[in-house]
C-alpha cells in the first residue's frame, strides 16, 4: 500500500499504514538512556507530517537518511498534543523506480501545446515592434522555451506543479486583457507584455526535482529582480528600443507583487502595473486556493484546515470541474 499523507489523515489512532515519502527534514535525537531515534518531517505532493522512528534496530546506520531521499516507510498513527505524529517501524531508502514520481510533483492538468500555442498567438497580437520583438527573443529561443514550460511558478502556495509557470502566465495574461479592454487608458502592449514576462525568472528560482526547491540563486535575488535583469538584458540586444518604454515594462515587472511586504522593492505606480499586480494577485489567491481544497479535501466536501499564508480555513461545497469532457 501506497498510501498519500491527505488520506494519512483520515486514519484512527493505531491504524497501520505503509508509503513513500520524501524527507524533508530530518535530526538524529537521543532518549533520555541516551539510545538515538529518528525525527522526521515527511511529505508527497499532498501534504507533510511529522513522524518519529522512535526504536530503531540498535545497529541501524541513521546518518543515511538525508534532506530530500525518497524512503519508503510502515507504521503507525499516533497523535501529540493533538496533532497527527505517526511512530515508523521500518524505514529504509527507496531505489529509484520502485515508486512513481508523480506521487511527489504534480503536472498542471492542462495541456502545455494548447497553452503554449496561445501564448504565442498573444505574442503575435502585439502590435509595439519593440515589443514584439523583445517577447520573440524569449518565446523564439529553444532552450528558454524548455526551461520556461517545465517551470512552477511556486513551491507550495499557487501552482506549485510542472507547466505552473506557463499556467499562471496565461491566467494572468486572460485577465490583463479583460481589464485592458475596460481601460481604454492603459497601453495595452505595455500591460500584456509585462503580464508575459513578470515572473519569467522563476525558471531560475525553482530546481525541480522530486520535489520543488528554491535555487541559492533564488534565494539571493527573488524572481521579481531576475525577470527584471533577463528583461534588461534582451532589451539592450534591440537597436533603438525606447528608454522609458523599458522603465515602464521594468517598473511593472519591479513592483508586481504590491507591496513591499510582499516582496516588491517599488509600489505600482502606473496604470498598467498597478493592474498586473492585482492580476497577478486575483490569479495567484484563487488558484491557491484551489489547489489547497484539492489536497486538502480530494474530491470531498467541507473545511480544509487553516491555510498557513492566507491565514483562513477554506470552504468547498462543489465538484472540482476542470473544463473537462
Ligand atoms: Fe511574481
Ligand atoms: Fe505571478
Redo the contacts with the bound molecule.
Keep these: 500500500m501506497d498510501i498519500l499523507v491527505r488520506d494519512l489523515y483520515k486514519l484512527p489512532v493505531g491504524a497501520e499504514f505503509s508509503g513513500y515519502f520524501v524527507i524533508e527534514h530530518v535530526e538524529i535525537r537521543k532518549h533520555r538512556t541516551g539510545d538515538p531515534f529518528l525525527r522526521l518531517v515527511l511529505s508527497d505532493r499532498t501534504g507533510t507530517f511529522p513522524a518519529l522512528w522512535w526504536k530503531p534496530p540498535k545497529d541501524a546506520d541513521l546518518g543515511i537518511f538525508k534532506k530530500g531521499d525518497v524512503v519508503f516507510v510502515t507504521g503507525t498513527v499516533e497523535y501529540f498534543q493533538g496533532s497527527l505524529q505517526p511512530k515508523l517501524k521500518e524505514i529504509r531508502k527507496a531505489d529509484q523506480g520502485e515508486f512513481n514520481p508523480e506521487k511527489f510533483i504534480c503536472r498542471s492538468r492542462y495541456s502545455v501545446d494548447d497553452q503554449f500555442t496561445v501564448l504565442l498567438e498573444t505574442i503575435e497580437s502585439v502590435e509595439n515592434p519593440y515589443l514584439k520583438t523583445l517577447l520573440e527573443s524569449f518565446f523564439y529561443d529553444d532552450s528558454f522555451v524548455d526551461k520556461f514550460l517545465k517551470a512552477p ?1 511556486g513551491k507550495t502556495i499557487h ?1 506549485a506543479c510542472i507547466g505552473g509557470l506557463l499556467e ?2 496565461l491566467g ?1 495574461v486572460e485577465i490583463c486583457e479583460t481589464v485592458a479592454r475596460r481601460f481604454k487608458t492603459i497601453d495595452r502592449d505595455l500591460l500584456i507584455t509585462a503580464a508575459i514576462l ?2 519569467i525568472g ?1 525558471v531560475y528560482e525553482y530546481a525541480v526535482d522530486i520535489s520543488i526547491s528554491r535555487t541559492d540563486e533564488g534565494i539571493l535575488l527573488g ?1 521579481l529582480y531576475m525577470s527584471c535583469e533577463m528583461v534588461a538584458m534582451k532589451i539592450s540586444e534591440i537597436k533603438g528600443f525606447p528608454r522609458d518604454l523599458k522603465t515602464k515594462l521594468l517598473h511593472c515587472i519591479l513592483s ?2 504590491g507591496e513591499y511586504e510582499h516582496g516588491s522593492p517599488k509600489k505600482p505606480k502606473t496604470l498598467e502595473a498597478v493592474a498586473l499586480a492585482y492580476a ?1 494577485a486575483l ?2 489567491r484563487v488558484k491557491g486556493f484551489e489547489e489547497f481544497i484539492e489536497r486538502e479535501l480530494g474530491s470531498e466536501k467541507g473545511w480544509t484546515k487553516r491555510h498557513f499564508a492566507f491565514e483562513v480555513p477554506i470552504f468547498f461545497d462543489g465538484n472540482f470541474n476542470y473544463g473537462e469532457e
Excluded: N, R, Y
Design positions: 511558478a501552482h499562471h502566465t494572468v513578470h515572473d522563476k524572481h508586481h507583487h497577478d490569479d495567484s
